[in-house]
C-alpha cells in the first residue's frame, strides 16, 4: 500500500476558501465559508455561483491551489526518491564492507526535507452572501446567480447585486475615462464610454424585467414573462391585478413620467440605434427630442433610473 499525504487548507481571516469555477468557459473565483464546505456542501455537486455549473466537490480547486498541491506531491516524491536511493547505497556499502574485491562508500548529501504546509487562502472579500434556502454563505467580487451549494437561483439577490454592480460602474465612470483616453485615442475612449452609458440603462431594465417577472410569479401564482414589465403602464397594471397596488403605490407621477421615458429611450436605443421614430415619441411622451433625433443618454439619466428601479424594487419586495 502506498503512503498517503494529508493536505491541510487555510481559510482567509473571516474564515473564507477560495474555490473557481472547473469550466473552461468561465473560471469565475469565489469563495465559500469553509465550515460550510465541510458540514453543508455535497460531494455530488457543487454550482458556480456566476454561470450555474456543476460539478463534483472534488474539481473546485484554483490554479493556485493546484500548483500548490502539484509542489507539495513532487516535493514529497523527490523525499521519498532520495529516502529510497539513500537506503539503498547505505545497505549496499554494509553488505561490501568485507569485500576483498569490490567496496562501495556512500557519502551522502545533504537530505532532501519534505515541509507539509497549509495552503493558504487570497485575502478576504467586501461582499459576503447567505443562501435564503440553504444558508450556505460564500463571498463574491461582481455578480452572483447561484448559490453554491444548493444552486438556488435567487431573482431577488441577483437583483439587488446588479443594481449594486452598475452603481458602482456609474460611480466610476469618470476614472474609466481618464484610464480609455490614456490608452486609446479621444474619439474611441469618448464612443466607448458612450456606449457604456448606454448599456447600461439595459442592464438596468434587464436585472429589473426578471426580478419583476419573478416577484409577479410569486404572488399571482401564473407564469409571467419578461416582456410583460417591458413596459411601464403594463408592468403596473399586472401587480395592480394581483395586489391592488401599481407602481404609483411607491412612485409619483412625475417619477412614473421620468421611469416611462427611461424605458423607451433603452427600447429605442436597443431596436432602433436610438433614432426617435413616430413611435416613440406617441408611447414616451418625451418632448425633449424630436423625429429623426438620436437619443443622447447622460449619466445623471443612468443614476435616475437606478434611483427609480432601486426605490420601485423595494416597493415590490414589500408586498
Known amino acids: 500500500m502506498g503512503e498517503s499525504i494529508y493536505l491541510t487548507f487555510?481559510?482567509?481571516?473571516?474564515?473564507?476558501?477560495d474555490r473557481q469555477c472547473p469550466s473552461p468557459e468561465c473560471k469565475y473565483?469565489?469563495?465559500?465559508?469553509?465550515?460550510?464546505?465541510?458540514?453543508?456542501?455535497?460531494?455530488?455537486?457543487?454550482?458556480?455561483?456566476?454561470?450555474?455549473?456543476?460539478?463534483?466537490?472534488?474539481?473546485?480547486?484554483?490554479?493556485?491551489?493546484e500548483k500548490a498541491i502539484n509542489d507539495t506531491i513532487k516535493s514529497y516524491a523527490n523525499y521519498l526518491i532520495?529516502?529510497?536511493?539513500?537506503?539503498?547505497?547505505?545497505?549496499?556499502?554494509?553488505?561490501?564492507?568485507?569485500?576483498?574485491?569490490?567496496?562501495?562508500?556512500?557519502?551522502?548529501?545533504?537530505?532532501?526535507s519534505f515541509i507539509n504546509n497549509p495552503i493558504g487562502s487570497s485575502e478576504e472579500w467586501e461582499t459576503e452572501l447567505e443562501c435564503e434556502k440553504c444558508g450556505a454563505k460564500y463571498s463574491v467580487i461582481g455578480a452572483a446567480y447561484f448559490?453554491?451549494?444548493?444552486?438556488?437561483?435567487?431573482?431577488?439577490?441577483?437583483?439587488?447585486?446588479?443594481?449594486?454592480?452598475?452603481?458602482?460602474?456609474?460611480?466610476s465612470y469618470q476614472d474609466m475615462s481618464v484610464m480609455l483616453k490614456?490608452?486609446?485615442?479621444?474619439?474611441?475612449?469618448?464612443?466607448?464610454m458612450r456606449k457604456i452609458l448606454?448599456?447600461?440603462?439595459?442592464?438596468?431594465?434587464?436585472?429589473?424585467?426578471?426580478?419583476?417577472?419573478?416577484?409577479?410569479?410569486?404572488?399571482?401564482?401564473?407564469?409571467?414573462?419578461?416582456?410583460?414589465?417591458q413596459?411601464?403602464?403594463?408592468?403596473?397594471?399586472?401587480?395592480?391585478?394581483?395586489?391592488?397596488?401599481?407602481?404609483?403605490?411607491?412612485?409619483?407621477?412625475?417619477e412614473l413620467k421620468q421611469l416611462n421615458i427611461l424605458f423607451q429611450r433603452r427600447h429605442i436605443i436597443e431596436h432602433n440605434d436610438g433614432i426617435v421614430d413616430q413611435h416613440y415619441l406617441d408611447k414616451s411622451g418625451d418632448t425633449g427630442y424630436s423625429l429623426g433625433q438620436r437619443i443622447v443618454v447622460k449619466i445623471s439619466e443612468a443614476y435616475l433610473l437606478l434611483n427609480l428601479i432601486d426605490k420601485l424594487g423595494e416597493g415590490l419586495l414589500s408586498l
Do not use: H
Open 10 to 17: 487555510k481559510s482567509d481571516e473571516k474564515g473564507y476558501y
Open 29 to 65: 473565483r469565489f469563495k465559500v465559508y469553509m465550515q460550510d464546505w465541510k458540514d453543508k456542501f455535497k460531494d455530488e455537486a457543487v454550482y458556480c455561483p456566476l454561470c450555474g455549473y456543476a460539478d463534483t466537490s472534488d474539481n473546485w480547486e484554483t490554479e493556485e491551489q
Open 82 to 112: 532520495d529516502k529510497t536511493i539513500g537506503k539503498a547505497f547505505r545497505d549496499l556499502e554494509r553488505s561490501t564492507r568485507n569485500n576483498k574485491f569490490i567496496k562501495v562508500t556512500y557519502t551522502p548529501k545533504r537530505p532532501i
Open 147 to 171: 448559490c453554491p451549494c444548493c444552486g438556488n437561483n435567487s431573482a431577488i439577490k441577483s437583483f439587488k447585486n446588479s443594481l449594486i454592480s452598475i452603481r458602482k460602474m456609474l460611480d
Open 182 to 192: 490614456e490608452k486609446f485615442d479621444e474619439d474611441t475612449a469618448v464612443s466607448m
Open 198 to 229: 448606454e448599456n447600461s440603462l439595459g442592464d438596468i431594465i434587464s436585472a429589473f424585467q426578471k426580478f419583476a417577472c419573478t416577484k409577479y410569479e410569486e404572488l399571482s401564482g401564473t407564469q409571467g414573462r419578461n416582456n410583460d414589465f
Open 231 to 254: 413596459i411601464v403602464e403594463k408592468g403596473s397594471k399586472k401587480f395592480e391585478e394581483v395586489t391592488g397596488k401599481s407602481y404609483g403605490e411607491w412612485l409619483n407621477n412625475d
